[in-house]
């Protein structure tokens, strides 16, 4: 699947999805392992393929936001996580994350934003996250106890 090459928005996104539920880690470096022995049942393109009349866009976030800021628009945020950053295409500046924030203020529509805590600054940007889910990593957090993803929404 990973040498793949589709023609079309839906089948390649289809393909990004197929390779993250079946890789170990989303930077491309561990395709085709298992993820903790997981598989799922009947994850097909032809399970896939009713978003055919969706759009599917490639464009910076800003761009995007403005040519889709409506009331009936539904944004699912997860930008790059600054401290993983080699591990993306295209990686997020803290002025990335600050532009990203006058979006969401200036959005008519409804969005959920997912960030890590790794990343610090993210509340003095964001505020508090409306959920949290808490966890102690010993390598990454010195065995402190802190929220290791945040959640923030707006729905309209």
């Known amino acids: 699947m990973r040498s793949r090459h589709f023609r079309s ?10 390779l993250q539920t079946y890789s170990y880690m989303g930077d491309g470096s561990t395709y085709g392992r298992y993820y903790k022995g997981h598989k799922v049942k009947k994850f097909s393109i032809e399970n896939f393929i009713y978003v055919r009349d969706w759009v599917i ?10 040519r889709y800021n409506r009331e009936r628009v539904f944004f699912y945020l997860d930008p790059p996580y ?13 002025n990335d994350m600050k532009d990203l924030k006058s979006k969401m203020e200036a959005h008519k529509g409804s969005y959920i934003l997912n960030l890590s805590s790794f ?10 996250p409306n959920k949290v889910i808490y ?7 010195h065995g402190k106890v802190r929220w290791g993803y945040g959640y923030w929404w707006k729905f309209s």
């Open 9 to 18: 928005d839906v089948n390649t996104a289809f393909k990004v999805l197929y």
């Open 57 to 66: 866009e490639n464009m910076d976030f800003r761009d995007l936001m403005d």
């Open 82 to 94: 600054i401290s993983s950053g080699k591990k993306y295409r295209y990686s997020f500046s803290m």
């Open 119 to 128: 990343d610090g600054g993210m509340e003095k940007i964001f505020g508090e």
């Open 135 to 141: 966890y102690s990593n010993p390598l990454n957090n």
